[in-house]
């Protein structure tokens, strides 16, 4: 039994190989999963933000003295 080259390797090498990789892939998306963030609202979960606070609005455009373009 030569197991140390992937190509020269028995069956059940090749299934262990498998086998650790699938339960690899299941544990990077579960922890993905895991780690969004919980936002609630009243003890619903939902799945958006909201911004709160006072409304900043623009001013009038003005220009400059170096190129008398408009700043919007």
């Given at each position: 039994?030569?197991?140390?080259s992937?190509?020269?390797?028995?069956?059940?090498?090749h299934l262990?190989?498998?086998?650790?990789?699938?339960?690899?892939?299941?544990?990077?998306v579960?922890v993905?999963?895991?780690?969004?963030p919980?936002?609630?609202?009243?003890?619903?979960?939902?799945?958006r933000?909201?911004?709160?606070?006072?409304?900043?609005?623009?001013?009038k455009?003005t220009?400059?003295?170096?190129?008398?373009?408009?700043?919007?």
């Amino acid at each position: 039994m030569n197991n140390s080259s992937l190509t020269s390797a028995d069956s059940a090498t090749h299934l262990k190989v498998v086998v650790v990789s699938l339960v690899a892939a299941i544990l990077v998306v579960g922890v993905g999963i895991l780690a969004k963030p919980a936002f609630s609202d009243g003890g619903v979960t939902a799945s958006r933000l909201e911004a709160s606070g006072p409304v900043i609005r623009a001013g009038k455009p003005t220009t400059t003295a170096a190129d008398q373009r408009i700043i919007r």
